[in-house]
């Protein structure tokens, strides 16, 4: 499992707070904890804040230096903020959040990967907005990956977000994305599928217990990569417990040294 930390997020309240007041060591203390808790790739969005590029640019910065190990996934809607940080910020290994159908969104966001190479999220959304069948999620994700390997972008680095919807608003949206995560699976297994995990449980009660069951539920359809809270000792146990219990964990021993980790917490 791909896991990006989820905690650089201005739409966070106490994040974007901490944004605001320019406060270096929130960011990178924020960075670092995300780091040793096991992420790969730290995402990162700014969107909330008044200068998008250059508080995208400083909080990346304060990221790399605190969180050297990680890679970047630099989340915006605007591709100019995208533009400017990859303009002044040397990044090595990054992926971009993210492209659509939409026609603005793929001008301003293709020549980015092609010259930075980049991975790339791409969200199966067009002018309708979200889909709301697995079949719909499908055919657009399809869609998106026959453009993006037109230009260039091979399958290892396009990253499909299954475009996960609070199950508090619509109690069947889970059971669809969860259909089209099997079904993209098995069309483009070279293809990653990316779940924002903590969408699923808004505005409901025991957010984490729901959270945990959703990526357990996912994985087993292929899902192999996930925006998460993985400082959270109980969600992490989760993620190593299903990941032992598809084989991927040898002698159990990566489920073992998270179960010491977290005894020592405590």
């Known amino acids: ?55 995208l640019k400083w909080v990346v910065e304060l990221a790399l230096a605190a969180a050297p190990e990680c890679g970047i996934m630099a989340d915006s809607t605007n591709p100019d903020a995208l533009a400017f940080l990859f303009g002044q910020v040397e990044l090595k290994d990054a992926i971009i959040n993210s492209v659509t159908l ?9 020549p980015l990967i092609q010259t930075y190479k980049t991975g790339i999220v791409a969200m199966p959304l067009d002018g309708d907005g979200i889909p709301k069948t697995a079949e719909r999620r499908v055919e657009n994700a399809g869609r998106l990956i026959k453009i ?37 699976h098995r069309e483009f297994p070279d293809v990653h599928l990316l779940a924002g995990l903590s969408n699923i449980s808004f505005g409901l009660p025991k957010r984490g217990i729901i959270n945990s069951a959703f990526l357990a539920c996912g994985m087993s359809q292929g899902l192999d990569a996930a925006i998460m809270d993985i400082t959270n000792p109980n969600m992490k146990m989760h993620l190593k417990a299903t990941e032992m219990l598809w084989g991927r964990d040898e002698y159990c021993m990566d489920y073992l040294q998270s179960y010491r980790e977290l005894e020592e917490q405590e």
């Open 1 to 55: 499992m791909i896991v990006i930390g989820e905690k650089l997020n201005s739409s966070i309240p106490s994040t974007l707070e901490g944004f605001q007041k320019k406060d270096e060591a929130f960011v990178t203390g924020l960075a670092a904890r995300q780091a040793r808790a096991g992420a790969q790739y730290l995402d990162i969005n700014t969107g909330m804040c008044d200068d998008e590029p250059e508080m």
């Open 148 to 184: 993006l390997r037109e230009n260039g972008v091979s399958d290892g680095d396009i990253y499909v977000d299954i475009v996960v919807e609070a199950a508090a608003t619509g109690w069947d949206s889970p059971k669809e994305a969860l259909e089209a995560t099997g079904t993209l």
């Open 102 to 110: 939409e026609e603005d969104r793929l001008a301003g966001v293709l």
